[in-house]
């Protein structure tokens, strides 16, 4: 799977079935160059993930530089 640095969406279906869709632009989303993004828990609504305020980035530094949480919340 590879996420566009522009314009891009993520799409889970089942069966051909649409159960959730994030359309994302750049500017509109934040754009954290080598940080990870996450839904702020505040913002879990069917919707919510549509709008880029909602998300937030990683600020915990891993090796390589990088900033990320794996396997713990942000």
Known sequence: MQLGNGDDEVVISHVSVEIDRVNYTDGA????????????????TASANDTGS?????????????????????
């Open 54 to 74: 909602n998300w937030c980035t990683a600020t915990t530094p891993m090796p390589g530089g990088d900033d990320g949480t794996p396997g713990a919340p942000n």
């Open 29 to 44: 989303f934040p754009d954290p160059t080598g940080r990870s993004m996450e839904l702020q828990t505040t913002s879990l």
